[in-house]
């Protein structure tokens, strides 16, 4: 333990940034360090300490470029054009590369949805930066907030669904949509996924099958407490 506590949890590493070719360091907290405590429905994962998720987002200190690992390599000219005119005009040095704070990985993960905004970035990776947004108020006990950016989030899943259709890990898409229906009081369109999840005889994702299972048997009993009227086939009791 004594030896830990002279380790910085934290580690850099080199990225080049994918608008102005400039190479930068930005840190990453090591695996010895990642102390998990809770995992929520929704996967959102609370740390002891040091919250790797600070530390997704790259930022560029030359141009402003915030970007993570999910985003696609290659920029088109219009793409270049658009990040230079909206983020790089506006941009002072600035550098992003040691220890994060809340505030500071907030700041970084607004930078990457602009960016992802402006190149029509992928729409399931614009899901993932507003789910983590929402996540960071949910640390800090931000309802009001937490949920704004849990319904951008559905709503972005949403869109992934409807054009990726039937393709790989759809079940979890699919859980993850139920559930964040039901965090948002939307209970009969929750349902609707759950039991999709659980009734799709194609759908081989066990963890998947169970979890909605829970979640399901949760949904009808954040109705019954709310005093809503049950849909018919939840009026049995659950199986
Ligand atoms: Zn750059």
Redesign the pocket.
Known sequence: MIKELNIDPLYQITVR??????T?ETSRVRPSFKKGIQTDSDFCVHYKDNNPDFYVVRV??????SFSENFSEKLTDSQREAIASKI?VNWTTRDFGGKRDWDTALHTYKLALLCAQIKSEKERVIAGLLHHIAWLHRYQGNKEEELRFLQYALDAYISVYETEGTEINNARLMYLMGEIHRRLGQYVDAVKWFSRVINDKRIMDSAMIAKSREQWVVTREDMVAARLELPEEMQEQAK
């Open positions: 940034c994918q608008h102005c070719m400039h930068f560029c200190p030359n141009c402003g470029y790089t």
